[in-house]
């Protein structure tokens, strides 16, 4: 079992900056591929970005690449989003997830474990 928090959601506006960070419960933290993922109102849940179990492997949804960073902490069980250059369509609940494998994935279903979400907000 994994248990998965996330933080440092909030209020920015555009063109601003937010890190999200998704601590991670239990011993076998570097053995899960980790993911982030965003639903914003009466949407469907859409993939972000995901990271392979070491870090060596990153995979960016085009809405993002080159202005959200995934990284991770395996010593501190922590994977973190940073978020740079935001815009209001970014606005959503931003959710972390764990599967046990080794590559990176990007669907929904492919994943474990989630988290409760953190809301980030852009406004214009």
């Known amino acids: 079992q994994v248990q998965l928090v996330e933080s440092g959601g909030g209020l920015v506006q555009a063109g601003g900056s937010l890190r999200l960070s998704c601590a991670a419960s239990?011993?076998?933290?570097?053995?899960?591929?980790m993911g982030w993922f965003r639903q914003a109102p009466g949407k469907e849940r859409e993939f972000v970005v995901a990271?392979?179990?070491?870090?060596?492997?990153?995979f960016y949804a085009d809405s993002v690449k080159g202005r959200f960073t995934i990284s991770r902490d395996n010593a501190k069980n922590t994977v973190y989003l940073r978020m740079n250059s935001l815009k209001p369509e970014d606005t959503a609940v931003y959710y972390c997830?764990?599967?046990?494998?080794?590559?990176?994935?990007?669907?929904?279903?492919?994943?474990?474990?989630w988290g409760q979400g953190t809301h980030v907000t852009v406004s214009s």
């Open positions: 239990g011993r076998t933290f570097s053995s899960y591929a």
């Open positions: 997830a764990a599967k046990l494998g080794t590559l990176y994935y990007i669907n929904v279903p492919d994943y474990d474990y």
């Open positions: 990271i392979s179990r070491g870090g060596a492997t990153t």
